[in-house]
């Protein structure tokens, strides 16, 4: 009986095996199996395998030979293809070639799957020598030397006539910018300047009316109320914003009795026909009349002063449309003047680089 089990379990294995070896399948091919000399064929090994299988090509050093004769160049990476059913195909691939001239025979090559040796098919390798015809060496010549290339108008018109372009543009950029350097920009300035109060000029005018007029006499009565007069007509105008020097005595009281107490426009008025009496009928005035004609328009000055009146005052300039179409062109010259540079740079950058390539 255990000796029936023994051949039974021999059998089992004797069947597995040609199971397991219909499962690997070696294909070994090559590119050309007929070059010259010196020159390089690829050679492939594919394997057949169940997904999971470990597979081990042979390994190969450049310049090694696999049979004498034949060198391997290279050896370059291998990859893997999925198949139906679980099964995948492995390759690998390297280059040969050979340098003597005769058939080679290339043996069966080994892969190793699972740590078992499976081989290939064998193959053969045709290696051609250049023929030479030695009976007439004449006819050899020797190498020749580099060639220049020669001149074509259609590689070099293209970058010429940009390069003319280039070259117009620079002029016309260079012109511009001669043309705004010789116009100066238009430049407007604010100016504060100090501003004196319309009731301290007023009354700095009536102290040099007090010092230059101690005593007026008949004669220069006139002058005395011409010079009071223009002073508070002055100091109407900036204060009240009226044109007073262009005004009558009768309209510059009457213009008055709008903004101020009626008590202080009486005794101006007083000083105004008092004036005028003196200036056009040469009405004789005494120095106490004087005195208070002149205390009247001091009073009347500090009774209607603007207290805290600005010590400044901006000056805004004047822009004319002449300085505004100036400003503006001078605008889109500048403007235009960029736009012309960076068109030039980068039409220079470009045929440099287009005449490298054509150089190199």
Partial sequence: MAKKVYILLWALMLLTLPMSAQNVSVEAKIDSTVIFVGQQTGFHLGVTVKEGQKVQFPQFEPLQQIIPGIEVVETLPSDTQKLDDGFVRVSAHYTLTSFDDTLYYIPSVKVKVNGKDFESKSLALKVLTVKVDTLHPNQFFP????????????????????????????????????????????????????????????????????????TVTADDAKAYYTHLTDTLRRYMMERFGFNAMEMTSAEIISRLRQEEDQSKINELTMLFETADL??????????NENDHNLISAIDFINTTKQENAPTEERIEPT?????????????????????????????????????????V
């Fill in 143 to 214: 190498a020749k030397d580099v060639q220049d290339n020669p001149f074509l108008w259609d590689e070099w018109s293209r970058l010429l006539w940009l390069s003319a372009a280039t070259f117009v543009l620079f002029i016309i950029a260079l012109l511009m910018f001669m043309r705004l350097k010789s116009e100066k920009p238009i430049v407007f300035k604010v100016k504060i300047v100090k501003r004196v109060p319309a009731h301290q000029k007023a009354l700095n005018s009536i102290e040099e009316i007090k010092a230059k007029s101690t």
């Fill in 278 to 287: 003196v200036k056009f009928a040469k009405y004789s005035v005494g120095v």
């Fill in 319 to 359: 822009v004319t449309e002449k300085d505004k179409q100036t400003i503006r062109n001078r605008k889109i010259l500048k403007w235009t003047l960029v736009v012309v540079a960076l068109a030039n740079i980068a039409l220079l950058v470009y045929v440099f680089w287009q005449l490298v390539l054509l150089v």
